[in-house]
């Protein structure tokens, strides 16, 4: 008995299904499963990236990156429930979820009554010089960074640059690769 749903099968299987009312119900899915991590909410705008999610789901069965089993889900709203679950967890255990972190807003920016060491700022200032001579050789990579310095988190990095996320993620992958090997210099 076959299982694996693929092929002409699956192009019919999946032109027959009711996206009207999978498409939906997957998003708030994949919603609901987002806001389960309360400290995404600082970072992310929580819907776009459900639906990011959901779509990247679709897309996956779709072009037959995840395979459809029909003992295990018999039904495509499950495959893709799962999927989801899946692509959730990817996104949660990411260096970028991970090394991103949350800087208050308004009053507190200044950070009034706190001034930097002059040891530490003549640190922060020579690593900088140093980390910008790494980057000099791939401009990207330098502008993101100087978007990080200023606090931006990567979302506001693609709109501020006016770039697709995933080229901010994959340049900001690049950019913790040559870091890392600076670290290791030290």
Not at 7 to 27: C, R, S, T, V, Y
Not at 28 to 57: I, P, W
Not at 88 to 113: R, Y
Request: charged residues 30%; hydrophobic residues 40%.
């Amino acid at each position: 008995m076959k299982e694996i749903v693929s092929g002409k099968e699956l192009f019919e299987q999946l032109n027959m299904a009711d996206w009207k009312k999978i498409l939906p119900k997957l998003h708030y899915y994949a919603l609901n499963k987002l806001s389960r991590y309360t400290f995404l909410e600082e970072m992310y705008e929580l819907n776009g990236q459900a639906a990011q999610l959901a779509d990247e789901a679709i897309r996956l069965v779709w072009e037959e990156q995840r395979k459809w089993n029909t003992a295990y889900y018999p039904d495509i709203y499950d495959l893709l429930k799962g999927i989801v679950d899946s692509l959730i967890s990817n996104f949660i255990k990411s260096k970028e979820v991970m090394i991103t972190e949350s800087l208050p807003d308004g009053e507190n920016d200044n950070l009034s009554g706190w001034s930097e060491d002059p040891e530490q700022a003549y640190i922060r200032k020579e690593t900088e010089a140093e980390i910008t001579a790494i980057l000099s050789d791939d401009p990207k990579a330098a502008q993101v960074f100087d978007c990080l310095k200023d606090g931006l988190k990567p979302r506001e990095i693609a709109i501020e640059l006016n770039w697709e996320m995933q080229e901010v993620y994959n340049i900001l992958k690049r950019v913790q690769r040559k870091l890392t090997t600076f670290k290791k210099l030290k």
